[in-house]
């Protein structure tokens, strides 16, 4: 989804079946820029990109690889040059598929969608739609990752982040702090809980304190 925004927005060549996927070709920024989306299982997306990478002698540091992410809060969008693939078959195909020829150094842009909570459900969550509800961070996220895609044509992921992390905050002005409860003056209580409230006293009453002491009678 991210890919074909990115197609959209830059007015990119019509795809056209090549290296086992779909292949556009345009410009972000004056670079020029190729787009893969691998026609294979996810398990076997490496040979897809192996492939190209191989034939346009691309360098590890130049490929960003787009997937998904369970371990990041729907919405939540993360960089990452190299590190392991982290159990996700996709990556693990790519670093076996991109070997030598170009290293394993390439770039990784995890978008989170969130884990299900259990792991039987985990199937069904990352090969399933989403949800109607979902469109409410969905939409920004992929226009902003469209918006600001030429940084990453650039190499600069960390302003890259950065652009995608403001867009998509809520709009509007920070929520005002709730204003603090006024205090409210109690009557005094006894250790019981009832209420002690005193009599008012009239000039006889203050006599008979005087008179026995304190005890009104």
């Known amino acids: 989804m991210a890919a074909d925004e990115i197609h959209r927005r830059h007015k990119f060549s019509a795809w056209r079946a090549r290296f086992q996927g779909e292949v556009s070709e345009g410009t ?5 820029v190729i787009v893969l989306k691998p026609a294979t299982f996810m398990n076997e997306s490496g040979r897809s ?9 691309i360098p590890a540091d130049d490929i ?21 693939h982290g159990g996700h078959n996709g990556l693990k195909s790519i670093d076996a598929h991109l070997g030598s020829t170009v290293g394993r150094q390439y770039r990784k842009m995890r978008i989170g969608i969130g884990h299900p909570g259990r ?3 985990v199937n069904g969550h990352v090969l399933h739609d989403f949800a109607k ?12 990752i469209a918006d600001n895609t030429g940084l990453l044509a650039k190499c600069d992921d960390s302003s890259f982040m950065n652009r995608i992390h403001l867009a998509t905050q809520a709009d509007g002005p920070a929520a005002e702090k709730p204003s603090q409860p006024r205090a409210k003056k109690t ?11 005193e009599p008012k006293r009239g000039p006889l009453a203050e006599s008979l304190k005087r008179l026995f002491g304190g005890r009104d009678k």
Request: hydrophobic share 30%.
């Open 64 to 84: 960003v690889v787009i997937y998904d992410e369970l371990d990041l809060p729907p919405g939540k969008l993360r960089m990452k040059s190299g590190g392991g």
């Open 49 to 57: 990109v192996g492939e190209a990478a191989r034939f346009y002698k």
């Open 187 to 197: 009557e005094p209580q006894s250790p019981s809980g009832a209420r002690t409230t």
């Open 133 to 144: 509800a979902d469109q409410d961070w969905l939409r920004p996220l992929l226009q902003s």
């Open 119 to 121: 792991k039987e459900l």
């Open 28 to 32: 972000l920024d004056g670079e020029k």
